[in-house]
């Protein structure tokens, strides 16, 4: 897995973000469309796309696209 594939996956659960705002360095969660509900799409996204589960809480104490990332490969 890429992390430029992953940030196309991560991206995908947004409508109306610009896709140019997504960078590995992105502090998703200044996104305007941020919220719980995504939180819970972007829990579904790791289960779906990478076989991985992850908590709420993993979320919340990532800062970055990057850091979620490495959420992923941390768990594989």
Known sequence: M????????FASQFEETDKG?????????NLKEWDSLTTLAVIGMYKKAY????????????????????????KK
Do not use: H
């Open 21 to 29: 705002e997504f960078l590995p360095r992105t502090q998703f969660k």
């Open 51 to 74: 076989q991985v589960t992850v908590t709420g809480l993993e979320v919340r104490e990532a800062n970055t696209i990057e850091d979620l990332y490495n959420l992923v490969l941390s």
């Open 2 to 9: 890429e992390l430029t594939d992953f940030i196309k996956n």
